[in-house]
């Protein structure tokens, strides 16, 4: 086994210029864990948030390799007669930043979020997939158990969860209304989305009122999201915010004027990818990738994201498929 591996490593916080490619110690498993050589890795807001200094930045040991989704082939599993055995096409979560990440040419994680690759899938959609389609299963499935006769609107629709979150509320039934550009209307619609609003040109609290559900994948962040939420939500109805620290004070906006409000922290499970990779493959569920870049433009992924308007996902090619 190799000693060392390549990586895209941070030496602090900052911007996305403190990427860079680095020899590191070659990633080891232990108990539980599979071991996995990556080919791709999914690139989502959260790796700029710890990059940047914020969330779970006070954990991490550098250099640091961050990094959440892969997809890769297995290398090592716990026992001989584990169900991931080595050559195994897989996909699904590291555990950062209390073990390295998957912007790296091997990752350890642990049994349990780690599953079988959809076989309609290349190494670099796949890659796409685990984070933000399992955040998004537990938004709309898990806590707002969405079902047919609903009306759900998502914000953000066109991105990484969002994409994800419009075709499983439409798949379980409900009408669902989004917020996204004008250039990604025809696109949302295609996923899934009976109406999209244009957030550049209009209020969705005022043209998209008495929804049951509002999947808020915005918050405070930008434009009081959060807030104006309330106003497109009947009394009783639910509001799941994901970006949380955004905005502290849901839980009592949202009771003062009689509606729901929870947030939600995602379960990197491996039982439910696998429910989701057989969405995948019956066609049911589509992965869109806006960008494929190599590993060592890791930092100009970063800027993609931070400057928005990604459809979808990014993802770094870390190795070539296998032959």
Same mark, same amino acid.
């Given at each position: 086994?190799?000693?060392?591996?390549?990586?895209?490593?941070?030496?602090?916080?900052?911007?996305?210029?403190?990427?860079?490619?680095?020899?590191?110690?070659?990633?080891?498993?232990?108990?539980?864990?599979?071991?996995?050589?990556?080919?791709?890795?999914?690139?989502?807001?959260?790796?700029?948030?710890?990059? $940047?200094?914020?969330?779970? /930045?006070?954990?991490?040991?550098?250099?640091? &390799? !961050?990094?959440?989704?892969? =997809? %890769?082939? #297995?290398?090592?599993?716990?026992?001989?007669?584990?169900?991931?055995?080595?050559?195994?096409?897989?996909?699904?979560?590291?555990?950062?930043?209390?073990?390295?990440?998957?912007?790296?040419?091997?990752?350890?994680?642990?049994?349990?979020?780690?599953?079988?690759?959809?076989?309609?899938?290349?190494?670099?959609?796949?890659?796409?997939?685990?984070?933000?389609?399992?955040?998004?299963?537990? $938004?709309?499935?898990?806590? /707002?158990?969405?079902?047919?006769?609903?009306? &759900? !609107?998502?914000?953000?629709? =066109? %991105?990484? #969860?969002?994409?994800?979150?419009?075709?499983?509320?439409a798949y379980f039934g409900a009408t669902v209304t989004t917020t996204g550009s004008a250039r990604n209307a025809e696109f949302l619609r295609e996923l899934g989305a009976h109406r999209v609003i244009d957030y550049t040109s209009e209020r969705f609290e005022a043209v998209a009122g008495e929804q049951d559900v509002v999947i808020d994948l915005i918050g405070n962040a930008h434009d009081e999201t959060g807030t104006r939420s309330l106003d497109a939500l009947r009394p009783g109805g639910l509001i799941v915010n994901i970006p949380t620290a955004s905005w502290p004070?849901?839980?009592?906006?949202?009771?003062?004027?009689?509606?729901?409000?929870?947030?939600?922290?995602?379960?990197?499970?491996?039982?439910?990818?696998?429910?989701?990779?057989?969405?995948?493959?019956?066609?049911?569920?589509?992965?869109?990738?806006?960008?494929?870049?190599?590993?060592?433009?890791?930092?100009?992924?970063?800027?993609?994201?931070?400057?928005?308007?990604?459809?979808?996902?990014?993802?770094?090619?870390?190795?070539?498929?296998?032959?």
């Amino acid at each position: 086994m190799t000693e060392t591996m390549r990586a895209l490593v941070i030496d602090r916080t900052g911007d996305a210029d403190e990427l860079h490619l680095a020899e590191v110690p070659a990633a080891r498993r232990v108990i539980d864990e599979v071991l996995v050589r990556v080919i791709a890795a999914g690139v989502n807001p959260i790796d700029m948030k710890t990059r $940047a200094g914020r969330g779970v /930045a006070s954990e991490l040991a550098f250099p640091a &390799v !961050l990094g959440f989704d892969f =997809a %890769g082939v #297995v290398e090592a599993t716990p026992y001989a007669a584990h169900p991931l055995q080595p050559g195994d096409r897989v996909y699904g979560m590291a555990k950062v930043p209390r073990a390295a990440g998957s912007y790296a040419e091997l990752v350890a994680a642990a049994s349990l979020s780690v599953t079988p690759m959809p076989t309609s899938l290349d190494f670099v959609r796949a890659a796409a997939v685990p984070l933000a389609a399992l955040t998004a299963w537990g $938004a709309v499935v898990d806590t /707002a158990r969405v079902h047919d006769g609903q009306r &759900v !609107l998502i914000h953000a629709g =066109a %991105g990484g #969860v969002g994409h994800f979150a419009v075709q499983l509320a439409a798949y379980f039934g409900a009408t669902v209304t989004t917020t996204g550009s004008a250039r990604n209307a025809e696109f949302l619609r295609e996923l899934g989305a009976h109406r999209v609003i244009d957030y550049t040109s209009e209020r969705f609290e005022a043209v998209a009122g008495e929804q049951d559900v509002v999947i808020d994948l915005i918050g405070n962040a930008h434009d009081e999201t959060g807030t104006r939420s309330l106003d497109a939500l009947r009394p009783g109805g639910l509001i799941v915010n994901i970006p949380t620290a955004s905005w502290p004070t849901m839980a009592a906006e949202a009771e003062a004027r009689g509606i729901r409000a929870t947030g939600y922290s995602i379960v990197p499970d491996a039982r439910t990818l696998a429910v989701i990779t057989r969405l995948i493959d019956d066609g049911a569920v589509r992965v869109h990738v806006d960008r494929e870049l190599p590993l060592e433009q890791g930092a100009e992924a970063h800027r993609l994201l931070e400057a928005g308007h990604v459809r979808g996902k990014v993802v770094l090619r870390v190795a070539p498929d296998p032959a």
